[in-house]
Structure formats: C-alpha cells, structure tokens
C-alpha cells in the first residue's frame, strides 16, 4: 500500500510538471545508463596494479629477462599501459626516439576510448537545468494565460497554483544535473589517473632501457 502511494505522489509530481518533465527524465536515464557502461569500463575492463605491473617489467629487464617482461603485457586487461609498455618493449633494440614515438602513437590511440561519452554528462547534465529553466517559462506562460481567462475571485488561487508548478521542471532539471555532474567529476578522474599510470610508466620504462643500452645489451634479441 505504501509502494502504491509513493508510485502515485511520483507520477503525481511528474504530471504537474507537465511533458517537459519526461524530457528531462529521459536525460538521467540515458546519463545513468552511460556512467554504469563507462564506469565497468574504466573500473573493471581496465583494472590493472599499476604499480606491481611496472615494478614486475623494470625487474625484468634489469636482469636481461626481455622475454619474461613481453610475457607480462599478455594480461588480460584493456589497460593502456600493457599496450604502451609493449610497445616499448618490442623496440628496445632501436634508437630513444623510435621507442617514445612508438608509446606516443600506442597512447594517443587508446585516449578515444578512455574519453569515450564521458563528455556527454556533461552536456546531459546542461541540458537537463536548460530544459528544467524551459519547462518553467512554458508553464509560467501557461499560467498567466490561464489567470486571465480566470474571474477575479479566482486569479489568485490560480497563479499561485500555476507558478507552483511551472517551478517542479527548475527542481527536477537541477536535481538531475547536480548527479549527472557529480558522475562526470568521477569518470574524469579515473580517466586522468589511468593517463597519469601510462605517461610514468612509460617513462619508467625509458629510463630501464636507457640503463639496459649503456651496459651494452642488444634488446631482445640477447635472450
């Protein structure tokens, strides 16, 4: 019974607000959809230690295992930093700048996927206080037409009543966009911390190779 009351003051308050109010439901629902997709992405598809997986490679390589430090970018994790440390790798015969260029191209590839639709909460979140504002103007003007085609006795209830409910699209469209940014804040983050993995990473690789070079190894190919 209680379930059934809530359901009804939900729909209540959507109706009151007028169709404008579907619009901006229709906006979280989509914003929501996209944080859980981006979130098992950059959370669970691209789950990696970091720190462990740098530390293993840097091992290897200080004791001339290239072959043991290739066999630990086969995870099986879409983390940039195993395709970029690979990259690496496999070009630890060849000249610094070859080996940087060639982490560079592997990074700047995998940025699109790592940005992918985390703008659009963002701009979700835009849309839903513009269209909450609209939904307002369109129910204010809705009100004063209705107020004077109103007798006089009853122009006061009815503007009273009609502003009221011109101000629930400003209350709904906030409401949806202070979460929707909230989620965009988040999925930012995890993007700038996983970017911020794969530049150390890289540069940790670097200067393991450079070191590698100067005590005379020939790469790979010394295995």
Excluded at 114 to 135: D, F, P, S, Y
Aim: aromatic share 6%.
């Amino acid at each position: 019974m209680a379930e059934s009351n809530e359901r009804n003051v939900v729909v209540q308050y959507l109706e009151d607000g007028g169709w404008m109010m579907y619009v901006i439901l229709a906006a979280s629902i989509v914003g929501l959809i996209v944080f859980l997709e981006r979130s098992f992405d950059l959370y669970v598809m691209k789950r990696l230690n970091a720190k462990v997986f740098v530390a293993k490679i840097i091992t290897n390589l200080e004791h001339k295992h290239f072959r043991q430090a290739l066999d630990e970018c086969q995870r099986k994790t879409k983390h940039p930093l195993v395709t970029v440390m690979k990259a690496g790798l496999l070009r630890a015969n060849r000249r610094e700048k070859e080996i940087e260029r060639a982490m560079e191209d592997q990074l700047l590839s995998a940025l699109p996927a790592l940005q992918k639709r985390i703008a659009l909460m963002a701009l979700l979140a835009n849309i839903a206080t513009l269209l909450g504002l609209l939904g307002t103007i369109f129910g204010l003007i809705s009100a004063f037409t209705s107020v004077s085609a109103a007798s006089a006795a009853e122009r006061q209830t009815a503007l009273a009543s009609g502003i009221s409910q011109a101000m629930y699209t400003t209350a709904f469209g906030i409401s949806v966009a202070v979460p929707l940014l909230f989620f965009h804040h988040i999925l930012s983050k995890r993007m700038e911390s996983i970017i911020l993995q794969v530049e150390g990473g890289a540069v940790s690789l670097m200067v393991a190779l450079t070191g590698v070079a100067r005590e005379g190894s020939k790469g790979p190919s010394a295995s």
